[in-house]
């Protein structure tokens, strides 16, 4: 009987061996499967060489400038999640909202393991980082939103998700409309060009350089009354905008709100939106609100890839209408819209007191 329990403990103990050495196989294989994935080395908008999969099948986007350009190549289908300020185009499926874009939920990313994170390198904080990378997906920083790194950010884009085509046709169109900007614009003399304040979407809250709306004022041709600020977003005071008494002002609105932007069908809120910022204490006798050179416009067409081109086109016309007097902004973006984004141009971006 000893014999028998001594035979079956020996036979049960190959079969835990056996089963262990199996398992440990499959491990091994699935490590295996993971490391094996082929990947292309690309370089962000921040010079980090990251290695990213070359046939990607799924994408988180904590930028809302990264989805815009998503959806331009025509790769929206590979998108899994975004955060709660993205805006998705009417054509587009829904998609798993995964925080903000300063707080993105990292738990959830990692659950739905996509091959690539997009994010803005200067909001993301090193913890999150290092949890996304060190679960093998390649977190990669595009900003778009600067005019000045459009082009290679779309490129980039275009080699990641084998939309080179794509991308370049796209680049076509951008390079077409800035260079006529900036033909237009080279030979005005500094003291001719016009002083610009841009506001965003909070009140009195400005940009400085380096920022994407110094990039389109500059682009524009124009002078950015705020360029020199120490900090990229300063606050500033309502007495600091009666003293510099700009020439033009442009109000960012939020497409999160419905005053501006694709599906917006009537401009009451605009209205609204308009008349409490013409009716601050003192702007009566600001240079831009005596003429009308007040003007509210959609995040969606300013700092944006759409923007880097419409939101030009629309700055460089209210700066200098003579020289732009042929180009119409809305016929530009239309064309835009229905050829990359095929989306009809059914919404309200821009509203200034012509529009009352």
Same mark, same amino acid.
């Given at each position: 009987?000893?014999?028998?329990?001594?035979?079956?403990?020996?036979?049960?103990?190959?079969?835990?061996?056996?089963?262990?050495?199996?398992?440990?196989?499959?491990?091994?294989?699935?490590?295996?499967?993971? !490391?094996?994935?082929?990947?292309?080395?690309?370089?962000?908008?921040?010079?980090?060489?990251?290695?990213?999969?070359?046939?990607?099948?799924?994408?988180?986007? #904590?930028?809302?400038?990264?989805?815009?350009?998503?959806?331009? #190549?025509?790769?929206? *289908?590979?998108?899994?999640?975004?955060? *709660?300020?993205?805006?998705?185009?009417?054509?587009?499926?829904?998609?798993?909202?995964?925080?903000?874009?300063?707080?993105?939920?990292?738990?959830?990313?990692?659950?739905?393991? $996509?091959?690539?994170?997009?994010?803005?390198?200067?909001?993301?904080? $090193?913890?999150?980082?290092?949890?996304?990378?060190?679960?093998?997906?390649?977190? +990669?920083? #595009?900003? =778009?939103?600067?005019?000045?790194?459009? %082009?290679?950010?779309?490129?980039?884009?275009?080699?990641?998700?084998?939309?080179?085509?794509?991308?370049?046709?796209?680049?076509?169109? #951008?390079?077409?409309?800035?260079?006529?900007?900036?033909?237009?614009? !080279?030979?005005?003399?500094?003291?001719?060009? +016009?002083?610009?304040?841009?506001?965003?979407?909070?009140?009195?809250?400005?940009?400085?350089?380096?920022?994407?709306? *110094?990039?389109?004022?500059?682009? %524009?041709?124009?002078?950015?009354? !705020?360029?020199?600020?120490?900090?990229?977003?300063?606050?500033?005071?309502?007495?600091?905008?009666?003293?510099? @008494?700009?020439?033009?002002?442009?109000?960012?609105?939020? @497409?999160?709100?419905?005053?501006?932007?694709?599906?917006?069908?009537?401009?009451?809120?605009?209205? !609204? =939106?308009?008349?409490?910022?013409? %009716?601050?204490?003192?702007?009566?006798?600001?240079?831009?609100?005596?003429?009308?050179?007040?003007?509210?416009?959609?995040?969606?067409? =300013?700092?944006? $890839?759409?923007?880097?081109?419409?939101?030009?086109?629309?700055? %460089?016309?209210?700066?200098? $209408?003579?020289?732009?007097?042929?180009?119409?902004?809305?016929?530009?973006?239309?064309?835009?819209?229905?050829?990359?984004?095929?989306?009809?141009?059914?919404?309200?971006?821009?509203?200034?007191?012509?529009?009352?």
């Amino acid at each position: 009987m000893k014999k028998i329990y001594k035979k079956l403990s020996l036979l049960l103990s190959l079969v835990l061996v056996v089963v262990g050495m199996v398992g440990c196989n499959s491990t091994e294989d699935k490590k295996d499967k993971v !490391a094996s994935k082929e990947t292309q080395k690309i370089v962000d908008t921040y010079g980090r060489y990251v290695d990213v999969p070359k046939d990607v099948k799924s994408m988180v986007i #904590l930028n809302s400038g990264v989805y815009d350009l998503v959806c331009a #190549l025509g790769s929206s *289908d590979k998108i899994v999640g975004v955060t *709660d300020k993205t805006k998705l185009l009417p054509n587009d499926t829904k998609k798993e909202i995964l925080g903000t874009w300063k707080e993105p939920n990292v738990e959830k990313i990692l659950e739905m393991k $996509p091959d690539v994170v997009f994010g803005y390198q200067k909001y993301m904080k $090193p913890e999150l980082a290092k949890q996304i990378e060190e679960a093998n997906i390649a977190l +990669v920083y #595009l900003d =778009a939103y600067k005019a000045e790194n459009m %082009a290679s950010e779309i490129s980039t884009l275009g080699l990641i998700l084998g939309k080179e085509k794509e991308a370049n046709e796209y680049l076509g169109f #951008l390079n077409k409309y800035s260079k006529l900007i900036q033909e237009r614009v !080279a030979k005005i003399p500094e003291d001719k060009r +016009v002083k610009v304040y841009w506001e965003g979407y909070s009140d009195y809250a400005t940009v400085a350089k380096g920022t994407g709306g *110094d990039s389109l004022i500059t682009a %524009a041709g124009g002078v950015n009354i !705020a360029s020199s600020e120490p900090v990229e977003y300063p606050k500033i005071s309502n007495e600091w905008v009666i003293e510099k @008494n700009p020439s033009i002002i442009v109000k960012v609105v939020s @497409n999160k709100k419905p005053v501006l932007g694709l599906g917006i069908e009537n401009d009451t809120q605009a209205k !609204a =939106a308009y008349e409490k910022l013409v %009716a601050r204490t003192g702007w009566n006798q600001l240079e831009a609100v005596k003429i009308s050179k007040t003007h509210m416009i959609s995040n969606e067409i =300013a700092t944006s $890839p759409q923007g880097s081109v419409i939101g030009s086109l629309y700055l %460089a016309k209210w700066l200098y $209408p003579d020289k732009f007097e042929d180009i119409k902004p809305e016929e530009i973006h239309k064309e835009m819209l229905e050829k990359f984004y095929k989306v009809e141009h059914k919404g309200i971006w821009t509203y200034e007191s012509s529009s009352k």
